[in-house]
Nanobody
């Protein structure tokens, strides 16, 4: 079956840029709607942003204006972009196919000096 793979995480310097990718691996995957979720240590996973193939975007209220979600429909790939990162600690970002509700395994992001 198709596997969603998040990449682009790791240690990022404050003021730097973050670009996360959620890409399919294995079976053919037809993107329609996908979302990003964030789960800090010890906390519940929370909705972050979503995008539909048509281009409609939805952000969680707390992150709108700070992150940008986008997609490459030809590649069935979703992205999450943030410039000028603040030292916000460590969290894990997950992507989800919102048609099948399949999850990727997550990518950890740490913003620290």
């Amino acid at each position: 079956q198709v596997q969603l793979v998040e990449s682009g995480g790791g240690l990022v310097q404050p003021g730097g840029s973050l670009r996360l990718t959620c890409a399919p691996s294995g079976s053919i995957f037809n993107f329609y709607a996908m979302g990003w979720y964030r789960q800090p240590p010890g906390k519940q996973r929370e909705f972050f942003a979503s995008i539909i193939r048509s281009g409609r975007i939805n952000y969680a209220e707390s992150v709108e204006g700070r992150f940008t979600i986008s997609s490459d429909n030809a590649k069935n790939t979703m992205y999450l972009q943030r410039n000028s990162l603040k030292p916000e600690g460590t969290t894990v970002f997950y992507c989800q196919d919102q048609v099948t509700n399949y999850w990727g395994r997550g990518t950890q992001v740490t913003v620290s000096s």
